[in-house]
């Protein structure tokens, strides 16, 4: 198998390549006068088992996906593999409103005419690999997350809700602690008390763990309020970092240790990186 690094996910596909020693096809990528995207593959791929490395995030990233496999597959390669790190939206998985289109369904039916098969990591929901007409898989960015984690000395994994205790649960057992939700009680119509549904934070050392943290709002005011229950330090984790607005400020003021993403999507916070989970699965 051979590598296309795609833009939004170059530090992750050298990783993956020096690892499984793996080549990556070296390909021209520029702008028009005009901010069209240009893509061309420079190498022979004919007869080849090609994988692209591409987060679908933000939408240009979506178009040069899209460039990409069109020209691997005009290129005559054997197998087409996509790897997407994180997969834009993904959160869009229902028809909420009337009018509405299931975003995720037409992205991934989309992507399944060029590809033959898809690996994402912590899609949002499960069901999302369903949408996929080609055969797709999910890996898990707990455990080099709880990896990272060790060193820090957790008492206390918390979900920020109910259902993400499954994730906090993989990362408890990883750490060997606690494990925990946050639950949200609405006390009046201004104020909402946010506090562990079972366990008390007082001295304790905690982390959040999360699949995505976007406007950190929610999360912020979580670290506000176990700060109010004498809760020793708070580390907030997460696979994609999208941290939109103001988040990063938000998470910081509100007495947050430190913040920690992977390198689904590359940031200053990508302390952690999931290519030992695709290695896994690509070996």
């Not at 993403?261 to 999931?274: G, L, R, W």
């Amino acid at each position: 198998m051979k590598l296309i690094a795609g833009s939004a996910s170059q530090a992750l596909s050298k990783k993956i390549s020096q690892a499984l020693k793996l080549p990556i096809i070296e390909t021209q990528t520029k702008r028009f006068p005009d901010k069209e995207l240009y893509i061309r593959i420079l190498e022979n791929i004919e007869n080849e088992a090609v994988a692209i490395v591409q987060t679908t995030y933000p939408d240009e990233n979506i178009i040069e996906l899209f460039l990409l496999l069109d020209a691997v597959k005009r290129a005559k390669a054997k197998k087409i593999t996509v790897i997407i790190p994180y997969f834009g939206y993904a959160r869009q998985d229902k028809q909420f409103k009337k009018g509405e289109p299931i975003s995720a369904a037409s992205l991934a039916k989309l992507i399944s005419t060029l590809a033959d098969n898809i690996i994402t990591v912590d899609p949002h929901k499960e069901h999302i690999l369903d949408f996929f007409t080609i055969p797709a898989k999910s890996v898990s960015a707990v455990k080099p997350i709880s990896t990272y984690l060790k060193e820090k000395k957790i008492d206390l994994v918390l979900a920020p809700d109910h259902g993400a205790l499954n994730r906090a649960k993989k990362a408890a057992s990883y750490l060997q602690c606690d494990v925990d939700y946050l639950e949200k009680t609405r006390l009046d119509g201004s104020t909402i008390s946010i506090t562990p549904k079972s366990l008390e934070v007082n001295g304790k050392t905690a982390a959040i763990i999360d699949d995505i943290i976007s406007t950190g709002g929610t999360m912020a005011e979580a670290i506000k309020q176990l700060h109010s229950q004498d809760v020793r330090k708070i580390y907030v984790a997460c696979t994609h970092g999208l941290f939109a607005g103001s988040a990063i400020k938000k998470l910081q003021d509100a007495g947050c240790e430190e913040i920690i993403a992977t390198d689904t999507i590359q940031t200053q916070f990508s302390a952690v990186s999931v290519s030992s989970a695709l290695e896994e699965i690509l070996s």
